[in-house]
């Protein structure tokens, strides 16, 4: 279950932006997405996702319903700022461009976040970004959450309009 696990996203500080609720569920292999309005693949709809443009490096993290970080993205074409709160981090996926997205290079692998993601021109949400690892949804743990990756993200690199953002999880 999915329930009280929160999204935040970066520009500048962490800011929550969803917080998942009672009866939303991701299986073993199977991905859930959380679209800013009018993501037609979307399994949750919040309206209030903002994820920046990379400009200057923001950020996307999942927390589990007791704040513990499971994982985080930092992307943009620099992170001329550090972001508040993320532990030093340097290493910045780069700014695919406008319309593309980022995401991990195997769903669900995580090793180092300058290595794990590339850019997608087209966007793949709720489907398989590379050959698909099945890992366990963790229960809400405030001890980790094993397995539980932010697998794609799209955010708006031009600021055109930001309805169509989304994060994907794995």
Do not use: H
Request: charged share 25%; proline share 7%.
């Amino acid at each position: 279950t999915l329930e009280g696990f929160v999204l935040e996203a970066a520009k500048g500080s962490w800011d929550e932006n969803a917080t998942l609720g009672a009866g939303m569920v991701l299986a073993p292999g199977e991905y859930f997405v959380v679209g800013a309005g009018d993501v037609v693949e979307q399994d949750y709809s919040a309206s209030g996702l903002d994820l920046g443009n990379g400009t200057d490096g923001d950020g996307v993290r999942l927390l589990d319903c007791e704040g513990f970080v499971l994982d985080s993205v930092l992307y943009g074409d620099a992170l001329s700022d550090p972001i508040e709160g993320d532990g030093g981090a340097t290493d910045v996926v780069p700014n695919p461009g406008s319309g593309s997205s980022i995401g991990r290079y195997e769903d669900g692998d995580d090793t180092d976040v300058a290595t794990d993601w590339y850019a997608y021109e087209t966007p793949t949400p709720g489907e398989p970004n590379a050959e698909p690892e099945i890992v366990e949804p963790p229960a809400c743990d405030p001890a980790g959450g094993e397995g539980l990756k932010v697998n794609e993200v799209l955010f708006d690199p031009d600021e055109d309009d930001g309805t169509y953002e989304f994060v994907e999880l794995f």
